[in-house]
């Protein structure tokens, strides 16, 4: 990798040692997590004005907590680890983080990491998808102070998120839904393990006659600048019975809602369909979950 501009690596061993490198560089210092993206982004000529790069792997930030009220889940948890928590594998509220880790491969498992991932601020990622799905919200800390934003406000643009300079993100907090919940993630790819196409997650709750009571519908994957929430597709969702009928409704409703782009890889048009067809697949999924 050739950072032509590159002129200190900092490894830090506590936030304040963060601040300093942050004060010294500013726009120009890079805070790094798993790192695996960051060659994508020097192809891109995307690194040409960064002058450090922070590296914060000593700083802990790596705790996995499932807690009464909700799970709890560091900046520095790899995907490999959080993989080894117990609910994942059990709860259907889960599912569509569960779904979301099965498609990178090993070696991006072994090394990126829950805050990186976030803070990529990238469409194509997939576990993005499945936490906003979720109703995620991430603790952001940085200059000795400390917040929180909701991930729908995290995702500013294409590579670029809400975090001030020198901010880092410290924790992500995944609620427990009300009433029985399922969740469903699914993907397009091109190839294995290719970045998404198109992917949706879904999370829907249920009262006990089986009427929608809350609904989140999510795409990435080119179908925006940032990964998209089809309230259009959630209102039809909700106060319903979820019959075939009403969920080809909502499929066919996140159009409304998404501004697909075209690439090397698919036409606006081709994005389009599939963003229907795969909301359908990923409530189905997460409907049969619950039953």
Known sequence: ????????????????????????????????????????????????????????????????????????????????????????????????????????????RNMATVGGCLAASCPFYDLPTAFLALDGSVTVSGAGAQREIGLADLFVSLFENSLEPGELITELTLPRPPGRSASAFIKLEGTANDLAIVNVAVSISVDAAGVCEEARVVLGGGVGDRV??????????????????????????????????????????????????FTKRALNQALSRLN
């Not at 490198?21 to 040409?48: H, K, M, P, Q, W």
């Not at 959630?234 to 909502?250: F, N, P, R």
């Open 1 to 108: 990798m050739a950072l032509s501009r590159l002129k200190k690596f900092c490894i830090p061993e506590n936030s304040h040692q963060v601040d300093d490198c942050v004060a010294e560089y500013g726009d120009n210092a890079l805070i790094l997590a798993g790192g695996t993206f960051i060659r994508g982004l020097e192809v891109r000529g995307l690194l040409s004005e960064v002058e450090a790069l922070i590296d914060v792997h000593k700083l802990g930030m790596d705790g996995l907590v499932s807690g009464v009220g909700n799970v709890r889940i560091g900046a520095m948890v790899t995907f490999a680890a959080l993989e080894q928590l117990a609910e994942l594998h059990s709860a259907a509220w889960l599912a569509a983080v569960r779904d979301a880790l099965a498609c990178p491969p090993l070696q991006i």
């Open 228 to 277: 998209v929430r089809s309230a259009t597709a959630e209102t039809v969702l909700k106060g319903q019975q979820l019959t075939h009928e009403v969920i080809e409704h909502a499929a066919a409703a996140v159009g409304q809602d998404i501004e697909p782009m075209a690439d090397h890889r698919a036409t606006a048009a081709y994005r389009l369909a599939m963003a229907g067809v």
